[in-house]
Every structure is written in structure tokens, then in C-alpha cells.
């Protein structure tokens, strides 16, 4: 067994009749424990340090973006009639879609039995809580008088003397992000509690080990609590799993239920769905390729596992390549004029660079993955990764943009210029991400241990069995 | 054995950490330490198979099978979880129901009041949302947590538990539990350094520090409420306190207003210098007022005078204001109903076909409601005060009326009246625009034209057409009445012969 996990295997090969090992090396129980805890145990690297503190002031110009645009009103972002969703709304899309690959990694991917993702899944959970925090930063800010954003919710209001409109995709979509974000939250804090009280217990100074003992609830590792931990997190993930989906349908919903040429297509909510795992995937790729080598766990996450992540992003490219084709297709099909305007607009007409910027990024880049070679060489995946972030937003911005550009009054046609505030905002949201982000892995357990300690016993077992014809 | 072994059997030679037992304890059980899953699981079926049934085993991750080894039952949470779904599922629609479709109606989009199809995102949410929290709340309520003291955790080798070290524990509470036995049935299963679990002896008071930090936080935590809940009761002479100041103030200035923009402070600006306003070019007392200035400083100096100065001081003719010439042309009663002012006989707009159809448009819209749309005064206001019988209403004047007509009414008096108003008839100064009203004035006249014009008033090219149709028309009652005269004798003669 010792031959099958020896030190340098290329787990990326495919052997007929044995599964990849997804745990490297002489890896002992206790070497995750120590890889693991040693990231938030240690003195913070260099690097960290740095990307900290530029991610701090980033988010901090964010706050201040938020405080003038309180102050001033939405007049300081470029939205200008007819494009009254500007930039904001592009960068919450952006961040909701991004927020779907780790609910989706930690649901549908544990419901299908896919052991490979139990060392990347707390990471891209935080990534989904994260990108959610800076998703719906946006819309609350966007309504206006943001200090009236509690206007959404459904309580019994002795000034307005009425209830929201539960007709509308906008107020769905006040359910469904916030349904999200609290059940992602759970899932994520709940799948932390078991690594919690490891830190728990390794902790000697007895502040932290207050902090983390708090935080870890007493957990004690019986088995009992075991066997009702694992029914609840399959039945989180089985109820998240239909949440992922609905999300981003109901955020497409937010368009597809107008009557703007270029919004008002059935296409819409398998296509956001798609083109919200692609984000996702590449996001979660962007930030693991330097992470595992930062911290040091290529043990854990391994090239295999970023294999997978790359099929993903290649298959999830095709689907939003295909949405693309079909949306013409449908355009022409239909015969509207104003949807075959739209879709020609949007190919030839003011925004042309961002609509090839968009097709360049997400549907020419991610086929290098077609290539074995570029499936496992970490940084050309980061910089496909990066490349569809980059499409990813701008698909946001085309949809956006170019439709309100050019509604059904010709008069009022406009080009969106954005403003510094808009920049800033955009540039801030990452900011915050980060500061979150590089937050989370000095603080908390960045890699399920439980869970990978699980499929290493797993491992061991087979490993064993094997060795002795078959096991017990 | 494999390299995961051996910091577990490097840790059994170092036995330092073995409890005592002091008077008073209790203890809660025993427990042995695993180095690996098989022989944990090996171990469990026999602890099961020897009848204990409140064993646990402590596990750094779940264990697969250890619930059929240890002889745990199978958890309620799905029901809990299912429970909550449904919960949510009632909730949102019901909200949605009651709030749109009976409490707050509204139609939208065309859809029912009750749109369920509408309704399927929010009770597709709270039901996940309810059903997740009844998972996540549900597993830690059933398994008592969160629990900060535990027996468990006074042995410092419990610490890995949740590193790389499986614990098997057999509880006092089983009813065949006997320490020394159960000492050396773990000991017979492998089971190393084999401990007895005693009581938490660890202070269990709350530092004085942190107990007077936590109430002063909550007693702080209030004063915000307070000083709310105490403001909304008292009353207070000073403007509301504006957090937000939600566009309640407008900085664009009112009428009268004083500004700092200004070198003379005022908000109401005057023309800029060589322009003109829109009607300045009307600006003519006669044009304006309907009297012949020139005649009234001759026969009534006083009144032109007070007349060109009020006029001066404002252009806007109100109602309260009235005109001064029109009350005060003369001093004694008698003499006041005698009109001496000399009023414009003639239109000062030159008649055309355009200026009679806006005048024709201007009464239609202002005049015709009371005057009717013939002038004959019986518009539809005055026949729903007549049916009211409104005993304050004063009819208005018939168009037609021999003392409207051109001669005893001048133009410029008819002018006046629709610009100052008379009796109940308000002034339109406001809201008809001064050469409108000289286009209602030639329009009126046409009206008194076409219901009481004689032959002369006729163009003597379509004088003849009018004479010989007239002719023709008295002809035909000629003969008619003819007619009837023989008709009536043939009827006589017819009687007499009878």
C-alpha cells in the first residue's frame, strides 16, 4: 500500500480497476492534522501580509465608494437614462455567479459521490459565502435610499401600510439570494465544526482556544453525533443542491420576465446556471493554484483535483458557447424585429469589443483544456481561469448594457460611460472578497480535514484489503 | 505497519498523563485509546455483543459502519428536516396569499390576485430555508450541543480525538458497568492507555470581569432604545431630527424666498436685461383692460391714474384685487349705475376665421360650462344648480340678451367682465390669456350674430340667394295656407250640404 501512495506518484493517470489516489504522500492522519492547522498557526507569511493589506485598503475605498454614494445619491454612477442598471447590477451577477461553485462542489458533487472534491470544498464554500457578501452589497445599495432597503422585507409596516409584490422576480430574487446565503452559510460553518475543535484542541494559547472552543460548539467527535452530523449535512446537501439551480434561474428571472429585447428569452435561467458554474470553477481555480503552493498543501490538493476542475470549466464553456449560438438562433428564428436588432447590436453595434471580449474569453479560451497538458499545468489554468472571470463579467455587462442601450425608443438610446465611482466599486468588491478571503485562511481550517482524513482511511483500507485478498 | 500508525504507538510509550481518582468524583466511564479504524471497529462489535448499549466511540471523522458496530440507532433529523420544510412551504403561501391576494390587492402584470404559478420562487425558498434550518438546528439540538463541559475533555490525551487517535468509551450508565471490569474488557480489546472519565473539577465560576463587562454591555445595548422610545412619546418645538434627509428638502428656492446667490437676496429674478418675456409685446393698457385710456384720463383722471399704477405694479390681475375702474369709475351711487367709462367699442385683435375658431375653442372650454355652448346660459352647471335648486346660484346671463348686444355692451365691457369676472363669474385673467379673451369677445359676437342677425347684416352678394330663398319659402306657406283655406271651405260646403 505504501507503493500505491509513494511520493511523486502522477495521480492524474487513469488505471483501469483502481481508483486515482487523491491524498499524496507518506500522508498520515496527523500530517493533514499538522499540514492543515500549520497555515493559521504559523506567523503570517510575507505574502499574506502583503495581499492583506492591499486588499484591506481596497475594501476599505469600497466603504468609503459606499458612505459618498449614500451621502450623494445614485447620480455619482454612470446610470443614466435608459440604462438604469448599470455597473451595479453587472457586478452583482457577476458575484452571485461566482458564488455557485462552492455550494455546487460541496452538494452536488458530495451527492454524487465525488470524493475528489473533500480537499477543495471548505475553500470554495468560504469562496460562496464571500462572493455572496460582495453579490448583495450591490443591490442593497442600488435601491437607492439604501437605509430603506428593509422596505423588501414582508413585515407588517406601520408607515407604508402595504406588502411587498410577490409577482415580481425582483423580490424572488431577495429570497432566493438571501435563501443562499444563509443556507451556504450553514452548510459551510457546519462542515467547519468537527476541524474547528481540532484547532480547538491544538491551540494552546487558552484565548484562542476559547475562541475556536466557542466556535466548535463542544464537539467531541462521538460517534453519535457523528452519525446525526453526516445525516444533516447529506440533507444540506440535498436541499442545496436544487437551491444552487434555482438561484441563478431566479436571477436571470430578473431579465427574462421584462419585455427588453435581448432579456425576454426562455434560455436564460439553464444558461445563467451554466455560465454561474463556469464562473465559479474559474474563480475557485484562481484561487487555489497560488494557495496550494503558498501554503504548501499540494499534498491535499492535488493536480488531479484541479483536472477535474478544468473539465468543468471546459464542459460548462461549451453549454455557455452553445446559450450564445442559440440565443441568434432563437433572435432569427423568432422573427422579431427588435430581438433581431438586439442580438445584431450586440455582435456589431456600439459594444462590439465587449461582446468579442466575451466570446474570446469564455468560449475560445477554456477549449486549450481539450490539451492534457494544459489540464495539468497549474499556471496556464490560472490564466484561463483569469481569462474567464474577465468573459464572465463582461457577459454581464453585455447583457446589461447593450440591451437598455438600445430599448424600444429610439430617442432615448444612450452609451453607458462609467464613472470613477463605478470603477471603484468594482475594483472595492474585490478588495472585500480578498480581505474575507485571505481572513478565512489564516483563521480557519482552509481544507476539510475530517473529511480528507475520511477518504485517506478510505485509501488505507483499499490499499490493505487489497494486500490481503479481498479484507475482512 | 504503515507510517499512520506509528505516531499512535510512539505515543504509547510516553505515559505520563494517567488520572488519579479523588474522593468524590464520579466517574463517568471508561476509556481506551484506537491507533486505527479496524481495530476500533473490531473492538465496538464486541463491546456491542457484550450487551453494552450506551458505548460511543470518539472519532476524528466519521467512521463508516460504526453505527451497526456500536449498535446506534438511526436518527430522527429527516423527519425534523421534513417538518420544517413543510412548515415553510405553508408559510409562504400563505404570506403570499394573504399579503397580495386578499389583505393588499393589486392587479400587476396582469395576473390574478392569487397567481400560484407567480408564488412558486418565495415557497420554493422558504422551504428550503426552513428545511435547512431545521437540519442544521435539528443535529445539534439532538445531540445536546452546544456544550462547552464535558467529562470528556478533562484528560489532555482526549486531544486527539480530533487529531489521529480513535477513543472507545464505555459509560457508567450501562447497567452491567463495573469499573475494573470494564477496565479489563478494554484492555482484552487492544485498547490502550485505558483511563477512568472523571468529573470536570475546573472552577465553574464565571470570572467576576466578564460578568460586569456582559451586563454593562446589555444595560449600554438599551440606551439607544430608550432614547427612541422616550422621543417618540415627548413632544418637542424644534423640526424633526432628519438622519436621512430623504428628498424632504428641495434646494430650489420658492417665490418670495430670500437667496445668499444674489447681490440684492432675491430668489425671484427679474427679465435679464434686453430680453423679452413671452406677451410682453401686448403689453398696452388698452389691450389690457378693454378701456380707452386716453378718453378715461379726459373724463376721469383719478381712476386712469390709480388704474395705469395698479396696473403697473402687477401684471397678474386676481380676483381679490378686482379692477379699479369697473367698481370705482364714480363717486355717488346714482351716478354709478350709470356706466360713464369709456370702454372699447371695437376688438383690438384683427378678426379672422383663425381668431374666431380659438375664440370659438376658448368659450367651448371655459365658458360653455355655465353659458352653454350657444351662449343661450344654459350650460350644464347652471341646469345642475337649477336642479339642485343651489340657492346661492345666480343663473348666467344669456348670450342673446338685448343688453349684451354691441351697442349697450361695448367690446372692451365684455373684455373687462371675462378679465375681472361679474356677480358669480369669477375673473379668467388667470387662466385665458389676454388675447384669447379678445378672441372670445369676437366670438361671442358672432354668436349674438348668428341668433339675431336681420338681412342687412348679410353680404349683399349672398343677399339675393338669401331673398329668393325666402321668397321661395313664402311661397310654399302661401301655398300651403292656401290650401288648407280651400280645404276648410270644402269642408263647410260639405257640412252645409249635409
Known amino acids: ?472 | 505497519m504503515n507510517s499512520n500508525f506509528q505516531t499512535a504507538d510512539a505515543m504509547t510509550d510516553s505515559n505520563t498523563n494517567v488520572q488519579t481518582i479523588r474522593d468524590g468524583q464520579t466517574v463517568h466511564g471508561v476509556v481506551a485509546e484506537f491507533s486505527d479504524v479496524d481495530s476500533l471497529l473490531a473492538a465496538c462489535r464486541k463491546v456491542r455483543d457484550a450487551g453494552y448499549t450506551k458505548a460511543d466511540a470518539f472519532t476524528p471523522f466519521p467512521v463508516h459502519h460504526i453505527d451497526e458496530a456500536l449498535g446506534i440507532k438511526p436518527t430522527v433529523l429527516p423527519w425534523i428536516a421534513l417538518a420544517a420544510g413543510l412548515t415553510g412551504t405553508t408559510i409562504a403561501l400563505v404570506m403570499q396569499i394573504w399579503m397580495n391576494g386578499i389583505d393588499y390587492q393589486y392587479i400587476i402584470s396582469g395576473k390574478p390576485y392569487i397567481s400560484l404559478p407567480a408564488f412558486i420562487p418565495v415557497t420554493f425558498e422558504l422551504t428550503i430555508l426552513l428545511a435547512s434550518f431545521g437540519t442544521f438546528f435539528g443535529m445539534w439540538a439532538l445531540n445536546g450541543l452546544p456544550k462547552f463541559s464535558n467529562p470528556m475533555f478533562t484528560s489532555p490525551r482526549f486531544d486527539r480525538a480530533t487529531d489521529d487517535t480513535f477513543f472507545l468509551y464505555l459509560n457508567a450508565k450501562d447497567s452491567q458497568f463495573e469499573e475494573a471490569g470494564a477496565k479489563a474488557f478494554l484492555d482484552e480489546l487492544g485498547g490502550q492507555h485505558v483511563e477512568p472519565v472523571l468529573d470536570d473539577d475546573s472552577s465553574t465560576t464565571i470570572p467576576k470581569g466578564l460578568l460586569i463587562g456582559l451586563a454593562a454591555t446589555i444595560a449600554l445595548s438599551f440606551i439607544p432604545a430608550l432614547v427612541v422610545a422616550r422621543m417618540r412619546v415627548t413632544k418637542s418645538t424644534s423640526p424633526r431630527f432628519h438622519i436621512f434627509p430623504d428628498m424632504d428638502f428641495s434646494p430650489a428656492k420658492d417665490a418670495q424666498q430670500t437667496t445668499t446667490l444674489f447681490v440684492d437676496g432675491r430668489s425671484s429674478r427679474p427679465d435679464v436685461p434686453g430680453t423679452v418675456s413671452r406677451g410682453e409685446f401686448d403689453w398696452d393698457l388698452d389691450f389690457q383692460t378693454g378701456i380707452d385710456m386716453e378718453q378715461l384720463a379726459v373724463t376721469d383722471s383719478r381712476s386712469a391714474e390709480r388704474l395705469v399704477a395698479w396696473m403697473q405694479s402687477d401684471t397678474e390681475t386676481s380676483e381679490e384685487d378686482g379692477d379699479p375702474a369697473a367698481s370705482d369709475a364714480s363717486g355717488s351711487p346714482e351716478e354709478a349705475m350709470v356706466d360713464k367709462t369709456p370702454w372699447l367699442t371695437e376688438n383690438p385683435v384683427e378678426i379672422s376665421a383663425s381668431v374666431l375658431s380659438k375664440g370659438q375653442q376658448q368659450f367651448n372650454i371655459y365658458c360653455s360650462v355655465c353659458h352653454g355652448v350657444n351662449g343661450r346660459g344654459n350650460g350644464l352647471v347652471n341646469r345642475r344648480a337649477q336642479d339642485i335648486l343651489a340657492t346661492t346660484w345666480t343663473p348666467p346671463s344669456n348670450m342673446h340678451d338685448a343688453t349684451l348686444h354691441e351697442d349697450v355692451y361695448p367690446d372692451g365691457k365684455l373684455f373687462s367682465t371675462i378679465t375681472n369676472g361679474i356677480r358669480k363669474m369669477p375673473g379668467y385673467a388667470g387662466q385665458i390669456k389676454t388675447r384669447d379673451r379678445w378672441a372670445i369677445v369676437a366670438y361671442v359676437r358672432a354668436l349674438q350674430a348668428s341668433q339675431d342677425a336681420s338681412l342687412a347684416d348679410v353680404p349683399a352678394e349672398q343677399r339675393a340667394a338669401i331673398e329668393a330663398e325666402q321668397n321661395e319659402v313664402e311661397a310654399e306657406l302661401e301655398a300651403a295656407a292656401a290650401a288648407a283655406e280651400a280645404a276648410l271651405d270644402e269642408a263647410d260646403a260639405d257640412e252645409s250640404e249635409n
Not at chain 1, 501580509?49 to 476599505?60: K, R, W
Request: hydrophobic letters at 50%.
Open chain 1, 1 to 472: 500500500m505504501s507503493l500505491a501512495l509513494s511520493n511523486g506518484l502522477d495521480n492524474t493517470v487513469e488505471r483501469p480497476g483502481q481508483r486515482a489516489p487523491l491524498v499524496l504522500g507518506d500522508s498520515t492522519y496527523h500530517s493533514i492534522t499538522e499540514a492543515v492547522c500549520k497555515i493559521a498557526e504559523q506567523p503570517p507569511s510575507r505574502a499574506w501580509v502583503i495581499g492583506f493589506l492591499v486588499a484591506v485598503h481596497l475594501a476599505t475605498m469600497l466603504g468609503l465608494c459606499i458612505a459618498y454614494l449614500i451621502y450623494t445619491g445614485v447620480g455619482v454612477w454612470g446610470n443614466r437614462a435608459p440604462i438604469f442598471w448599470g455597473w451595479p447590477i453587472v457586478n452583482f451577477v457577476f458575484w452571485v455567479g461566482i458564488g455557485h461553485a462552492g455550494t455546487l462542489i460541496s452538494a452536488i458533487l458530495y451527492l454524487f459521490r465525488q470524493e475528489w472534491r473533500t480537499s477543495i470544498n471548505r475553500t470554495a464554500e468560504a469562496m460562496t459565502i464571500f462572493a455572496v457578501v460582495c453579490a448583495g452589497t450591490f443591490p442593497g445599495i442600488h435601491v437607492g435610499r439604501a437605509w430603506l432597503a428593509f422596505w423588501l422585507a414582508p413585515y407588517p409596516s406601520l408607515n407604508l401600510w402595504m406588502w411587498p409584490q410577490f409577482r415580481s422576480p425582483l423580490l424572488w430574487d431577495v429570497f432566493a439570494v438571501s435563501t443562499y446565503a444563509t443556507v451556504s452559510l450553514l452548510f459551510w460553518y457546519m462542515g467547519m465544526v468537527p476541524d474547528l475543535a481540532t484547532f480547538r484542541d491544538r491551540s494552546k494559547n487558552p484565548f484562542r482556544r476559547a475562541a475556536y472552543g466557542v466556535l466548535a460548539l463542544g464537539w467531541s467527535g462521538s460517534s453519535r453525533h457523528w452519525m446525526r452530523y453526516e445525516k444533516a449535512y447529506a440533507l444540506l446537501a440535498a436541499f442545496a443542491a436544487p437551491l444552487v439551480l434555482s438561484v441563478h434561474t431566479i436571477v436571470s428571472f430578473d431579465f427574462a420576465v421584462s419585455q427588453v429585447p435581448g432579456w425576454h428569452t426562455t434560455i436564460f435561467p439553464p444558461y445563467f446556471v451554466a455560465g454561474a458554474i463556469f464562473s465559479g470553477f474559474a474563480m475557485v481555480i484562481t484561487l487555489m493554484v497560488p494557495a496550494r503552493t503558498i501554503f504548501n498543501i499540494e499534498k491535499l490538493i492535488t493536480i488531479r483535483h484541479l483536472e477535474n476542475m478544468c473539465k468543468i470549466i471546459l464542459t460548462t464553456g461549451m453549454i455557455v458557447g452553445l446559450a450564445y449560438g442559440t440565443e441568434f438562433f432563437i433572435a432569427w428564428y423568432g422573427q422579431v424585429p427588435e430581438e433581431k436588432f438586439a442580438f445584431i447590436n450586440r455582435a456589431f453595434g456600439p459594444y462590439w469589443w465587449a461582446y468579442w471580449t466575451m466570446i474570446s474569453c469564455n468560449v475560445i479560451s477554456p477549449n486549450i483544456f481539450w490539451f492534457k497538458k494544459a489540464r495539468t499545468t497549474p499556471w496556464i489554468m490560472l490564466v484561463v481561469s483569469i481569462f474567464v472571470n474577465i468573459g464572465m463579467w463582461f457577459e454581464r455587462f453585455v447583457i446589461t448594457i447593450t440591451s437598455l442601450s438600445r430599448d424600444y425608443l429610439p430617442s432615448a438610446w444612450a452609451y453607458f460611460s462609467p464613472t470613477w465611482v463605478d470603477w471603484c466599486m468594482l475594483i472595492g468588491s474585490f478588495g472585500l472578497f480578498f480581505t474575507l478571503f485571505l481572513l478565512f485562511c489564516r483563521l480557519m481550517p482552509i481544507i476539510n480535514m475530517a473529511e480528507t482524513k475520511a477518504t485517506l482511511a478510505k485509501e488505507l483500507h483499499m490499499a490493505h484489503g487489497a494486500g490481503h485478498d479481498g479484507g475482512h
